[in-house]
């Protein structure tokens, strides 16, 4: 994780909840700042001078108070959801505590990997970045009317006047939503859309035509060139606002299934590939460095053996989000087959992602694998190598593949370097 980026706070508040430490660690080690609290006093005194992200609450409450007065308490003070920690309840038991303002109920014995993934879903509600919408259209009060209108409702605008410019949007600015005029001098929007759709990188981003035209025919006509929809301009500003998150919202979440891996959640094999062909040729275009890392789970096929498959899927959901948490922004991570994962470190010098790279290793090393009651140990190999001048993408990811294969071959649970 970024240093400079705070890490989500979590309240752990349980006098008697088993392993308790252990958790607070296992969260840690997660990417969550956990602070453990066992008196009514301290855990109210920390919701006023620090608003936690969530709150972990335990059936056998705090010193100082019941479960009932405290949960109401939290109601009142929380920006976050509260999580109940317990062995069993009735349905009714269930209704009694969503009342009292609980959002999510986690079950003993804990599963941490499901509790980690539901904090998951539940933060990334919370940081969902603003949709970014490029409008496209050659009259600049037109333009920057309907940009006013999405910047008020805190999405951020791009307006090029020129549709020849479309495709340098497209590729620094990544809009989740394009808004096309239809008629303009250069070329139509229709024509624009079918070129745009030529290049099936940009297959997932909606475009839509704005225009004053009302014939249901041209209208299908211009949707038929590669559009997803037609909206009449000078539409109510609230109607705008509406039809855009709807859509972009929507295709937000096909996107995601599109480019991520089901069990992980990362980046497909295909779209990590081409992701990593997109910097490659940024890199050489503005002379950046440029990293790229194979990482593989040691001795993976005897955990499958041994724990079975529901075991070593757990084991790849685990250190997929330790990758993903941990690029932080500052390149990509994908799944690129069974056990094996792809690292993308932009901007980032082969010693520097080397460096990165052993650290999560190591911190990897420190999560406690469960099988039933049973502990066990797992690392990973990996290896590194970074873009020299005239390599391509392919090239890249075998010298990475080599370097990986050095670690391997060198006892795993290191990291190897690209020789040469």
Known sequence: MNPDQKKPIVYLSARQVQGCTELAKQLTFFGFE????????????????????AVLFGEEGLEGSSVEETLLLLQKLSRGPVLYITSALTVVEQIHYVKLGVTDFIYIPLDIQKLIDRLDVLLEKTQNSPYRVLIVDDSETMGRASGSILTQAEMQVQLIKNPLDVFVSLE???????????????????????????Q????????????????????????????????????????????????????????????????????NHTHIIEWLEREVKRSQKEALSLSFAMVDIDHFKKINDDYGHAIGDKVIKILARLLRHSINGEGAVGRYGGEEFAVVFS?????????????WRLRFTELIQMSDDIQF???????????????????????????????????????GLCQG
């Open 34 to 53: 956990c602070r453990i609290f066992i008196k009514q006093s301290a855990l109210l005194a920390a919701m006023y001078t620090e608003p936690p992200f």
């Open 347 to 359: 901007e980032t010098s082969m010693i520097r992602a080397a460096q990165k790279l052993d650290s």
């Open 172 to 198: 620094r600015f990544v809009p989740d939503i394009v808004l096309m005029d239809v008629y303009m001098p250069q070329c139509s929007g229709d024509e624009m859309a079918k070129v745009i759709r030529q």
């Open 200 to 267: 099936t990188r940009f297959d997932s981003i909606p475009i839509v035509f704005l225009s004053t035209e009302t014939n249901r025919n041209k209208q299908l006509m211009a949707r038929s060139m590669g559009g997803d929809d037609f909206w009449v301009k000078n539409m109510p500003a609230e109607e705008l606002v509406a039809s855009v998150t709807m859509t972009c919202a929507r295709y937000r979440s096909l996107r995601r299934w599109m480019c991520c891996d089901s069990l992980t959640t990362l980046l």
């Open 377 to 415: 140990p797992v690392t990973f190999s990996a290896g590194i190598a970074d873009l020299k001048n005239g390599m391509n993408a392919p090239q890249l990811i075998d010298a990475a593949d080599s370097a990986l294969y050095q670690a391997k071959h060198a006892g795993r649970n290191q990291v």
